[in-house]
């Protein structure tokens, strides 16, 4: 099982990093309706989600149609103590102003411990999912996310995730 989830990993890891190796291109024609083809946009903000982590997060969407996301955080009281981080590789489908379609994959680790014992079963998480993100205001964007996920026991889910952003471009 630990040999089948070592390639799945590697399989979710290159397919989300394979896209920025490969040329990035941008319409010239549409640089004041579509400023992710124009300029590198990174963002911060909250996301969470049972696919890739809950917590605080950080975006980077560099000119043309990918975007890479990191999330993560953690809370302790008492004996009690959850994290999680998460990596997620986006492709625009479609965008019109700061909201966009995208599809999406995703990975994250997850962790719920009472007094040291873990109590989640499927800590690692690898999916895909499709995503709408809504342009709130000039700067600020939500979005909602949808995502068939892969949990390390082996089950499979559908899994909502939501996420609020600040442009800081």
């Known amino acids: ?24 291109t941008s319409d010239p024609g549409t640089a004041d309706a ?3 083809a124009t ?34 955080g953690g809370f302790k009281s008492g004996k ?3 994290y999680s ?4 590789g986006q492709f625009d489908f479609d965008n019109v102003g700061r909201s966009r379609f995208y599809g999406y994959l995703g990975t994250g ?3 719920w411990k009472d007094n040291g014992t873990e109590k989640l079963d499927g800590e690692w998480r690898a999916g895909i999912g499709l995503a709408y993100e809504w342009e709130v205001s000039k700067k600020l964007i939500f979005c909602a996310n949808g995502a068939i996920t892969y949990f390390s ?11 609020l952003f600040y442009y800081f471009n």
Do not use: C
Request: glycine fraction near 10%.
């Open 34 to 36: 579509n400023p992710f």
């Open 85 to 88: 981080f998460g990596l997620e």
């Open 153 to 163: 026991d082996g089950s499979v889910y559908p899994m909502p995730q939501i996420g």
């Open 39 to 72: 300029k590198d946009l990174w963002a911060a903000g909250v996301h969470a989600g049972f696919l890739s982590g809950m917590g605080l997060s950080a975006r980077f969407h560099p000119q043309g149609r990918f975007a890479v996301q990191l999330t993560g």
């Open 1 to 24: 099982m630990k040999t089948t989830q070592r390639a799945l990993a590697a399989i979710v890891a290159f397919l989300m990093l394979a896209p920025f190796v490969s040329a990035q």
């Open 80 to 82: 009690v103590s959850t």
């Open 109 to 111: 680790l997850y962790s």
